[in-house]
């Protein structure tokens, strides 16, 4: 089962424009992260936030969590043509006890940034 | 060099044939997982370890198996009851469940 799911499917910007993908999910988490791939790539790890923070910035990057609305953004400022790649939203799951958590990803935006 | 290794990088596979996909870690983690990523698709989980010797079904794990005698390796087998396994898997590892996940580049299968 997809746990998050991105909005919007593709993205497309010049150059310095800010890019904004969503990620919404349907259970309670512990974390959310976003990730990036370029194509036919390994994915890279951009930044984590925690359910109890609401923002997080990093470089270029920032993110916002609303975990009443189950819900996150990723805004790349000022974005380049080195940017354009998918990006990936995951969820982690840990319901305690004995149980174990699992990390659940999204089916992606792909961001194309014009030169 | 630190990384996470998946081998080999394509791998062709004749119907009802079992093949077995290579994950090697030396970044020291506890826990490492099998995605599978079909085309303009997201990731689903196949299976997942957070010790060694011990390891958790994901989503779609029918099909698949998997083995965690030691710390810093993780193989998947494709069995012949995968009845679609032509996919891009990808394996990764994290220090924790809870961190951040280190990604290997990938075996692209295919079968024939």
């Known amino acids: 089962s997809q746990q998050g799911e991105e909005d919007p499917q593709a993205l497309s910007i010049q150059e310095g424009e800010n890019a904004t993908m969503n990620c919404s999910y349907k259970t309670s988490i512990n974390n959310l992260q976003w990730y990036r791939q370029n194509s036919g790539r390994g994915l890279v790890h951009l930044i984590l936030i925690r359910s109890n923070e609401r923002e997080k910035h990093s470089g270029r990057l920032r993110v916002t969590l609303d975990t009443s609305k189950k819900s996150s953004s990723l805004l790349i400022t000022a974005s380049r043509a080195a940017d354009t790649a998918s990006y990936f939203c995951a969820t982690y799951n840990y319901a305690g006890g004995t149980s174990y958590g699992k990390l659940t990803f999204g089916q992606g935006t792909i961001l194309t940034v014009h030169p | 060099d630190g990384g996470i290794t998946q081998s080999p990088k394509y791998l062709f596979r004749k119907e009802g044939q079992n093949v077995t996909l290579s994950c090697e870690q030396n970044?020291?983690?506890?826990?490492m997982y099998w995605y599978r990523q079909d085309p303009g698709q997201g990731l689903r989980l196949i299976y997942y370890s957070q010790i060694v010797n011990d390891f958790q079904k994901g989503d779609i794990a029918e099909g698949y198996s998997v083995s965690r005698e030691k710390k810093e390796s993780f193989p998947l087998t494709v069995t012949s009851a995968q009845k679609n396994p032509t996919a891009f898997y990808l394996c990764?590892?994290?220090?924790?469940?809870?961190?951040?996940?280190?990604f290997g580049q990938g075996t692209r299968l295919t079968v024939v």
């Open positions: 990764a590892s994290s220090a924790l469940l809870n961190t951040e996940a280190f």
């Open positions: 970044l020291n983690h506890d826990a």
